[in-house]
């Protein structure tokens, strides 16, 4: 313990001697380990926000997973099973991301009549065909237009009469309005019935033996519209809901009929516990919930998720999946470029830190050599350095995670970050990586200074001397290590050039990279730091020998002490040349990074402005042209339709295909085109089309 005290009380005293220094180091260390320590903790922020928006943006918060299941019984004993084990089973696999969940359920079909009318088949015409259907948060999601939403209600002999609740629409088709009291019936008979078609006359005409009805009461208590159509709540979409169709031209038409779950399900469910329904589950995934850190398990448990509803004749389609997958293949682009311009930026830090180090222990370089003259060991000397070293790296270790996150956080509040985080700050995490690296940068940091230390210990006072007035050549110079650098420097340089990208497509359709070819340009650096340091002493050299003839005495002297030992002077220059090239690097990727989201977004929109209708409107496509070629601004509009089609061949093995149809010289002007799209030009691939 005595000599342990005895070392700190020399540390200390040195340290107060050259507290400059001592300073320096400590804010040298603390800078490396904090920008090692931050290359996770901002490379997670990152990840972790662009998973959000990737989310709620590129999918405008449709980010769902959907669970169909055509045929199951409504209320009987397997149906029962079956609905409870796969809602289980989702929650198991898909309900840990979960936001929101719905349920939408389409049951099966009967003809409405009003009340006291003949029912099927003794009715004249065919009756509208009833679907009644019931889904969760309808109160959220319609509109009353007329009368009330349905609600559980028994009649006056003691029957549960199915409140519906229809479209405007469908109310025009069904001639049905609030108040109407109609009769649901199913009816089955014993003639063979067949879709009709226009290759083959209809069947002849059949009159049944053996007859089975059903009926059901019900009401119409009110007209309803979806509040917002397009919302991502209605799966299937809106109009499958709420709008009529009429299957075939000699059919009554089919309505939609919302009604309440417990009439659904202990109403007709209760009197026809066998008859099957179409079941849809849509689960809306939390982006808070999803991070860089377990996209892959919501990817994998939406894969699973299907493979396990396959064998039960249950469909999962999931938007969520295709944005895992594109954000898994874009990760790397995003963060690769980030993180290797935060490791240059650590590199700087700890070159720093070296140099600083190297003159701590030149200035100390009597005092060690004193201490070899008196008996102490090289060892002995490296271990009072490292115990040094470890004062000022554990501290260090421990507080530069914290300030990486600190920084990290700080920077959503930057003009940059404002636009995307809302002023808000980023979502730094802190995790084992952050203290991985912090403790690395400090390791790092510590073996800067042990080395030159170390080194200098095998000097005694004579040896010392010699050396201060006779530097020698360092080892990299005298094997020429730094010629072979900056050539392997250049050969990756050149085979980047040739390539085009550090990104090539692998052969399982990924995207791989070389690291070799990542860390070029800080080879590149290192290189031209090499030459530096080998060609800079013969410039000073020839430049002492001209300036030596004209100048002064002092001038000249110093000229030739710089020559003597540039060591000190270049290590400066090294520092100032790379702090220089990592800007630069900086400021290129920032002009490469802002083209490729807008080459990106143009790709993507293919022109300047775009716009999509449905093909039930009144108007032709070239009225549509005529009336938007008028709007101030617009300089030349085109129409363009997306169909599907197959080929017209005879036999039913027809292929389905997108059929897209343009204007190509109006596509020439208004497309969006690079040139290394393709191997000709647009006008050119436009003349082909032409």
Same mark, same amino acid.
């Given at each position: 313990?005595?000599?342990?005290?005895?070392?700190?009380?020399?540390?200390?005293?040195?340290?107060?001697?050259?507290?400059?220094?001592?300073?320096?180091?400590?804010?040298?260390?603390?800078?490396?380990?904090?920008?090692?320590?931050?290359?996770?903790?901002?490379?997670?922020?990152?990840?972790?926000?662009?998973?959000?928006?990737?989310?709620?943006?590129?999918?405008?918060?449709?980010?769902?997973?959907?669970?169909?299941?055509?045929?199951?019984?409504?209320?009987?004993?397997?149906?029962?099973?079956?609905? !409870?084990?796969?809602?289980?089973?989702?929650?198991?696999?898909?309900?840990?991301?979960?936001?929101?969940?719905?349920?939408?359920?389409?049951?099966?079909?009967?003809?409405?009549?009003?009340?006291?009318?003949?029912?099927?088949?003794?009715?004249?015409?065919?009756?509208?065909?009833?679907?009644?259907?019931?889904?969760?948060?309808?109160?959220?999601?319609?509109?009353?237009?007329?009368?009330?939403?349905?609600?559980?209600?028994?009649?006056?002999?003691?029957?549960?009469?199915?409140?519906?609740?229809?479209?405007?629409?469908?109310?025009?088709?069904?001639?049905?309005?609030?108040?109407?009291?109609?009769?649901?019936?199913?009816?089955?008979?014993?003639?063979?019935? !067949?879709?009709?078609?226009?290759?083959?006359?209809?069947?002849?005409?059949?009159?049944?033996?053996?007859?089975?009805?059903?009926?059901?009461?019900?009401?119409?208590?009110?007209?309803?519209?979806?509040?917002?159509?397009?919302?991502?709540?209605?799966?299937?979409?809106?109009?499958?809901?709420?709008?009529?169709?009429?299957?075939?031209?000699?059919?009554?038409?089919?309505?939609?009929?919302?009604?309440?779950?417990?009439?659904?399900?202990?109403?007709?469910?209760?009197?026809?516990?066998?008859?099957?329904?179409?079941?849809?589950?849509?689960?809306?995934?939390?982006?808070?919930?999803?991070?860089?850190?377990?996209?892959?398990?919501?990817?994998?448990?939406?894969?699973?998720?299907?493979?396990?509803?396959?064998?039960?004749?249950?469909?999962?389609?999931?938007?969520?999946?295709?944005?895992?997958?594109?954000?898994?293949?874009?990760?790397?682009?995003?963060?690769?470029?980030?993180?290797?311009?935060?490791?240059?930026?650590?590199?700087?830090?700890?070159?720093?830190?070296?140099?600083?180090?190297?003159?701590?222990?030149?200035?100390?370089?009597?005092?060690?050599?004193?201490?070899?003259?008196?008996?102490?060991?090289?060892?002995?000397?490296?271990?009072?350095?490292?115990?040094?070293?470890?004062?000022?790296?554990?501290?260090?270790?421990?507080?530069?995670?914290?300030?990486?996150?600190?920084?990290?956080?700080?920077?959503?509040?930057?003009?940059?970050?404002?636009?995307?985080?809302?002023?808000?700050?980023?979502?730094?995490?802190?995790?084992?990586?952050?203290?991985?690296?912090?403790?690395?940068?400090?390791?790092?940091?510590?073996?800067?200074?042990?080395?030159?230390?170390?080194?200098?210990?095998?000097?005694?006072?004579?040896?010392?001397?010699?050396?201060?007035?006779?530097?020698?050549?360092?080892?990299?110079?005298?094997?020429?290590?730094?010629?072979?650098?900056?050539?392997?420097?250049?050969?990756?340089?050149?085979?980047?050039? !040739?390539?085009?990208?550090?990104?090539?497509?692998?052969?399982?359709?990924?995207?791989?990279?070389?690291?070799?070819?990542?860390?070029?340009?800080?080879?590149?650096?290192?290189?031209?730091?090499?030459?530096?340091?080998?060609?800079?002493?013969?410039?000073?050299?020839?430049?002492?020998?001209?300036?030596?003839?004209?100048?002064?005495?002092?001038?000249?002297?110093?000229?030739?002490?710089?020559?003597?030992?540039?060591?000190?002077?270049?290590?400066?220059?090294?520092?100032?040349?790379?702090?220089?090239?990592?800007?630069?690097?900086?400021?290129?990727?920032?002009?490469?990074?802002?083209?490729?989201?807008?080459?990106?977004?143009?790709?993507?929109?293919?022109?300047?402005?775009?716009?999509?209708?449905?093909?039930?409107?009144?108007?032709?496509?070239?009225?549509?042209?005529?009336?938007?070629?008028?709007?101030?601004?617009?300089?030349?509009?085109?129409?363009?339709?997306?169909?599907?089609?197959?080929?017209?061949?005879?036999?039913?093995?027809?292929?389905?295909?997108?059929?897209?149809?343009?204007?190509?010289?109006?596509?020439?002007?208004?497309?969006?085109?690079?040139?290394?799209?393709?191997?000709?030009?647009?006008?050119?691939?436009?003349?082909?089309?032409?």
């Amino acid at each position: 313990m005595r000599s342990i005290y005895t070392v700190w009380r020399m540390m200390a005293r040195r340290s107060v001697a050259n507290w400059r220094l001592a300073s320096t180091l400590v804010l040298g260390v603390l800078v490396a380990s904090t920008l090692l320590a931050s290359a996770p903790i901002y490379a997670r922020a990152m990840a972790d926000l662009g998973l959000t928006f990737a989310i709620r943006d590129e999918l405008r918060e449709d980010a769902s997973t959907q669970i169909t299941f055509r045929e199951l019984p409504i209320a009987a004993e397997d149906g029962r099973r079956v609905q !409870e084990a796969v809602t289980s089973r989702i929650d198991e696999r898909i309900g840990w991301f979960t936001a929101a969940r719905e349920r939408v359920v389409q049951g099966p079909r009967f003809s409405m009549t009003a009340e006291g009318q003949p029912a099927p088949p003794a009715m004249p015409n065919p009756a509208p065909v009833a679907v009644p259907q019931f889904f969760t948060s309808a109160e959220s999601n319609v509109r009353v237009m007329e009368g009330r939403l349905p609600a559980p209600q028994t009649g006056a002999d003691g029957r549960r009469v199915i409140e519906l609740a229809i479209s405007r629409r469908a109310a025009e088709a069904s001639g049905f309005k609030p108040g109407d009291r109609l009769t649901l019936t199913d009816y089955f008979d014993d003639c063979p019935r !067949e879709i009709p078609r226009e290759d083959r006359p209809p069947p002849p005409p059949c009159t049944p033996k053996v007859g089975v009805r059903f009926t059901l009461a019900a009401e119409v208590v009110g007209i309803i519209e979806p509040i917002e159509p397009e919302a991502p709540f209605w799966t299937p979409r809106a109009s499958l809901l709420f709008d009529p169709l009429r299957l075939i031209p000699e059919s009554g038409p089919l309505i939609p009929a919302l009604t309440d779950e417990q009439s659904f399900f202990a109403g007709l469910g209760g009197l026809l516990p066998e008859y099957r329904a179409s079941f849809s589950w849509n689960y809306f995934a939390d982006p808070e919930k999803l991070s860089r850190a377990n996209y892959r398990r919501a990817r994998e448990d939406i894969i699973a998720l299907r493979d396990d509803l396959r064998p039960l004749d249950g469909f999962a389609f999931s938007t969520l999946e295709g944005v895992l997958q594109r954000f898994d293949r874009d990760l790397r682009f995003q963060q690769t470029p980030l993180l290797i311009l935060l490791l240059q930026i650590a590199g700087i830090a700890l070159f720093y830190v070296g140099v600083i180090a190297t003159m701590v222990v030149e200035r100390q370089a009597d005092e060690i050599a004193l201490l070899r003259s008196r008996g102490a060991s090289r060892w002995q000397v490296a271990g009072l350095y490292l115990l040094e070293g470890l004062s000022i790296g554990v501290p260090v270790t421990l507080i530069a995670p914290l300030l990486a996150g600190l920084v990290t956080a700080l920077l959503g509040l930057t003009p940059t970050f404002e636009r995307v985080t809302g002023g808000d700050p980023l979502p730094a995490r802190i995790g084992p990586a952050a203290f991985a690296l912090a403790a690395l940068g400090a390791g790092l940091s510590l073996l800067m200074l042990i080395g030159p230390a170390f080194l200098a210990a095998r000097m005694t006072g004579v040896t010392s001397r010699r050396q201060a007035a006779r530097p020698g050549v360092p080892f990299f110079r005298r094997y020429y290590l730094d010629l072979a650098l900056v050539a392997l420097a250049a050969l990756l340089l050149w085979e980047l050039g !040739e390539r085009g990208s550090v990104f090539t497509p692998s052969a399982t359709g990924g995207v791989s990279s070389d690291p070799l070819l990542l860390i070029s340009p800080a080879l590149f650096t290192l290189g031209a730091a090499a030459l530096l340091l080998r060609f800079y002493p013969a410039v000073l050299r020839v430049a002492a020998a001209l300036v030596s003839t004209v100048a002064s005495v002092p001038v000249a002297l110093g000229l030739w002490q710089v020559v003597r030992n540039p060591g000190q002077y270049t290590r400066l220059a090294l520092l100032l040349m790379m702090a220089v090239a990592v800007g630069t690097f900086a400021a290129s990727y920032s002009s490469t990074a802002e083209r490729s989201y807008r080459d990106r977004a143009s790709f993507e929109a293919g022109v300047d402005l775009r716009f999509g209708v449905t093909d039930d409107i009144s108007t032709s496509a070239r009225e549509v042209v005529e009336q938007l070629s008028k709007v101030q601004g617009v300089e030349r509009v085109a129409p363009v339709v997306r169909v599907n089609a197959t080929t017209a061949a005879p036999g039913s093995g027809v292929q389905d295909m997108a059929l897209l149809g343009l204007d190509p010289a109006a596509a020439t002007e208004l497309l969006w085109f690079r040139d290394d799209l393709a191997a000709e030009s647009l006008p050119a691939l436009m003349d082909h089309l032409t």
